[in-house]
């Protein structure tokens, strides 16, 4: 029998995280995600669904949660990204799919991004090198869809100033790791 191995979207079988200073950038993996979609007419009853199924209210625009299982952000008009660690065993894309019925369309994204965890006290510094949007305005619970390097990401803050995730395309996260710790090194020079 095959034995299959599991591997990072950086190739790796195991996780990538690196310091730089007081900077810590981390590739996080096992975790799946789900697109959402409503149809229209259907995103109140979608949210309620979703509400009492995932125990999250699907945000405004702009806007991320995080619940016990799951974590939700808007990605566009009547448009969310649903996230689960792996370890859980939701099955995240049937499960929301069942849940949803004909209210929405749902496409498992789980292999088609990369997440990289940014946290420290110096990451605005590294964010202002990184991208046009303003980081140090965005508030815990909030993300925004801007570009890292001509790489379409979204920037989900965590904690305000402190701890932001990445989610690129996984067909780009050499390249988007490369301009993340670019940056950082940039910010701590080595001696």
């Not at 202002?128 to 965005?138: G, P, R, S």
Request: glycine share 10%; net charge negative.
């Amino acid at each position: 029998m095959t034995d299959l191995q599991m591997m990072t979207p950086m190739g790796n079988t195991t996780p990538t995280v690196e310091h730089y200073g007081s900077t810590c950038i981390a590739e996080h993996c096992g975790i799946e995600l789900v697109s959402l979609a409503a149809r229209r007419g259907q995103t109140e009853t979608l949210q309620d669904y979703v509400e009492k199924e995932l125990g999250v209210r699907l945000p405004k625009v702009g806007g991320s949660v995080t619940g016990t299982d799951v974590s939700a952000w808007w990605t566009g008009p009547d448009q969310w990204m649903i996230e689960a660690r792996w370890d859980i065993k939701l099955a995240l894309t049937g499960r929301v799919a069942q849940v949803i019925g004909k209210l929405g369309s749902v496409v498992d994204q789980s292999d088609g991004w990369v997440r990289y965890d940014i946290s420290g006290p110096d990451v605005i510094s590294m964010f202002e090198k990184l991208t046009a949007i303003d980081v140090q305005m965005m508030q815990s619970g909030t993300v925004v869809r801007s570009a890292i390097h001509h790489i379409g990401c979204f920037i989900r803050c965590e904690t305000a100033g402190d701890d932001y995730s990445v989610y690129g395309p996984r067909s780009s996260a050499d390249s988007l790791h490369e301009a993340l710790v670019g940056t950082a090194l940039a910010n701590f020079p080595t001696e």
